[in-house]
């Protein structure tokens, strides 16, 4: 059973473009995060949000946690072929120290 | 700093064999956790180690055991080889285990079985 659901799987956009990654799940996280993972290296954390409601941005990185913390987005506002990469949400479920629970990704491409 | 390492890089192993993968956690970090990472797909939670301690598991089966030692690095280690378990293995690090800290990820071990 897949507890956390990202959609879109594949993205493919122009640069320029804007584009919203959602993480979806029934279950209630303690915290969210969103990593970047390039081919040949393992993720790297890009940011955390423990708060419902709660929005962080990183420059043109906007990240927002529901306010039932059970879903979250990650918007990028004018894309760049920087960005490509395989976007990962995971949540930390109350009481499971460590164990984080990873969406299956989303690849995305920014075409010059 | 030194950051979270693993070796080998690469692995090609057969069916029914043994393998053995290293992770160094990074320096001052004394928890470790190791993932699969199947093509195309998020990672899954395999365990988590603490103070040489196992410290949580995930949906593996047995075959997937794994190790720390005094200075933190870990070993996982996986029996009887399957061919399902070809994926990328990534070890993460964090500095005490807490809710909520964060994990520095290696580059990972890509492992396939033929």
């Known amino acids: 059973t897949q507890l956390l659901e990202q959609s879109p799987q ?3 956009i122009q640069e320029g473009e804007n584009l ?4 979806n799940s029934s279950s209630v996280f303690s915290s969210l995060q969103w990593y970047r993972q390039e081919p040949g290296e393992g993720p790297v954390l890009l940011v955390t949000v423990v708060t419902g409601g709660e929005v962080k941005k990183l420059k043109r990185l ?24 395989l976007y990962l949400c995971a949540g930390l479920i109350s009481g499971n120290t460590g164990k984080l629970i990873f969406g299956q990704g989303t690849t995305l491409q920014v075409k010059p | 700093e030194t950051g979270v390492t693993q070796s080998p890089t690469h692995l090609i192993k057969t ?38 301690e196992e410290n949580g598991r995930g949906n593996f089966p047995p075959r ?25 293995y990534l070890c993460a690090s ?18 396939l079985v033929l």
């Open chain 2, 94 to 111: 964090s500095p005490s285990g807490g809710a909520g800290e964060t994990q520095y990820f290696g580059p990972g071990t890509r492992l």
């Open chain 1, 10 to 12: 594949f993205l493919s």
């Open chain 1, 20 to 23: 919203t990654v959602y993480c």
């Open chain 2, 64 to 88: 997937f055991s794994g190790l720390q030692f005094p200075n933190y690095s870990s070993e996982l280690n996986v029996n009887a080889l399957e061919l399902d378990d070809s994926a990328l």
């Open chain 1, 62 to 85: 906007t990240f927002q946690f529901g306010d039932a913390r059970k879903d979250s987005s990650l918007h990028i506002t004018a894309a760049q072929p920087g960005d490509t990469g």
């Open chain 2, 15 to 52: 069916r029914g064999q043994q393998v053995t993968l290293r992770c160094s956690s990074q320096s001052g970090h004394n928890t470790v956790s190791w993932y699969q990472q199947a093509l195309g797909q998020g990672p899954q939670f395999i365990f988590q180690y603490y103070r040489e």
